[in-house]
């Protein structure tokens, strides 16, 4: 299946919301039991939405021919990849890659020479792969559960 990666536009925000919570809930299932994932993606949600800010990244969307979107990342002029989610569906098809890839040549053009980005303990080995390495981690509670993540920084140049 050909995947269309494109700038993502402000009619895309409800399907980028929607891709977080179903991967949110599926990144919490493997991580805690079911009963507490919902809850966890809810809040996880909550949190994200109210930073889909168009304006102040650079926003892709990873979209099948039909134009469903099945991936999404985000780049902050800071470095900062603040978003990076593929549909549980379509995971392990080098879609994450893609769209890194092209985080990687919006940096270029920024003159950005590190980016950074948190994970969480599923998603650090895909980071990981792709050369970031661990700064540091911490551990905070969301919706009633203990959750870890990992701050990561990747030199891009020197």
Known sequence: MKTIIRKATVADAAAISKLFYETA????????????????ATSCLNS????????????????????????????????????LCVHPAQQGRGIASNLLERLYEFADDMHLNMLTTTSNLVTFPFFEKKGFKMQGSCSHEIAGVQLTTITLAKRLWL
């Open 48 to 83: 994200n939405a109210a930073n889909l800010n168009f304006g102040n990244g650079h926003y892709l969307v990873a979209a099948n021919p039909d134009n469903v979107i099945i991936g999404c990342t985000a780049l902050q002029c800071t470095g900062e990849i603040d978003l």
């Open 25 to 40: 809930n599926e990144v919490a299932c493997r991580l805690f039991v079911a009963e507490k994932a919902e809850e966890l």
